[in-house]
């Protein structure tokens, strides 16, 4: 049986022919309370994804290629807008923007190579429209400050020699003639295959301080998996130091200019170095 008062009931009615709506019941503390239970579970169930992604974001980040003219990656990531102006401005569509499961900073462009590498355009449309300078068009001016793809460090080609057929033995020399900088970036060395004794291995060397990680080479590859791809420069360079001076390279060794050294002195170094040598009393 309703419990609803008939001349409430009537009021609503009248109140709804009136206004084509009737007031909401309040909710009763009960209701309340599961209703808070539910948005709470659907708050933390985006939290962990969102989180989830970030995660994936941030460990795979370093191995994302970017545009020409990138920021350091901490850098980019700070200055990009995500404005999809670069990857519009791509004739080739070499550019993507990542999206949830790229495991790639939401809404930033990059590109994979071996689907799509940079065609090089000497224009260089995706960096101009850069609202931002998250592509820094300075970067890749020459002296005569004008644009200059051949500036650009996208990445660098790293070849894997036990991949890589030129290194068995089997006439290659794909990614070398898939260079745009042809006999730069990509040079092919020679040497006798001993195996055979009447054979030469032409094994391709990637010149780092000349390749702009374009990733042509990498696309022209014939290998089932590439045996030759591009990484972010500071994944595939090592680092000297600068403990180590070019002694051979006049730029290298200003870098001894404001150099200090300290001088330590033993017993041992008072001596002269064929005393050193012939002294041989502390060894019995």
């Known amino acids: 049986m309703s419990n609803i008062n008939p001349h409430e009931k009537n009021e609503k009615l009248k109140e709804k022919m009136e206004t084509g709506v009737t ?38 980040s370093k191995l994302t290629l970017r545009p020409p003219g990138a920021l350091k990656e901490e850098d980019f990531l700070a200055t990009c807008i995500k404005c999809v102006m670069c990857v519009e401005a791509c004739p080739f569509d070499t550019l993507s923007l990542a ?46 400050k004008k644009l200059d793809i051949n500036k650009a460090e996208m ?66 590859c014939v290998t089932e998996k590439a045996a030759i791809f591009v990484l972010p420069r500071e994944i595939a360079l090592g680092k000297a130091g600068d403990y180590y001076i070019k002694g051979w390279d006049k730029a290298d060794e200003k870098r001894l200019e404001n150099a200090t050294s300290e001088t330590t002195t033993t017993e041992l170094s008072k001596k002269s170095a064929v005393d050193s040598l012939n002294s041989v009393g502390d060894l019995y």
């Open 99 to 144: 999206k949830p499961g790229d495991n790639k900073p939401l809404g930033t462009p990059y590109f994979i190579p071996r689907d799509i590498p940079c065609y090089m355009c000497p224009d260089i449309p995706c960096v101009p429209v850069c609202p931002t300078g998250a592509l820094d068009i300075k970067s890749l001016k020459n002296d005569k």
């Open 155 to 220: 990445g660098v080609a790293v070849v894997d020699d036990d991949s890589c057929i030129a290194f068995w033995g089997i006439q290659c020399d794909a990614c070398y003639r898939a260079c745009p900088i042809l006999g730069e970036a990509i040079t092919i060395e020679y040497s006798k295959n001993e195996r055979t004794g009447k054979h030469a291995f032409m094994k391709p060397v990637v010149h780092s301080d000349v390749c702009t990680g374009c990733g042509l080479c990498e696309k022209a």
């Open 23 to 60: 007031k909401k019941e309040p909710i009763n503390s009960r209701r309340r309370f599961f209703l808070d239970i539910a948005r709470a579970v659907g708050l933390a169930t985006l939290g962990g994804l969102t989180w989830s992604a970030y995660v994936d974001k941030v460990s795979a």
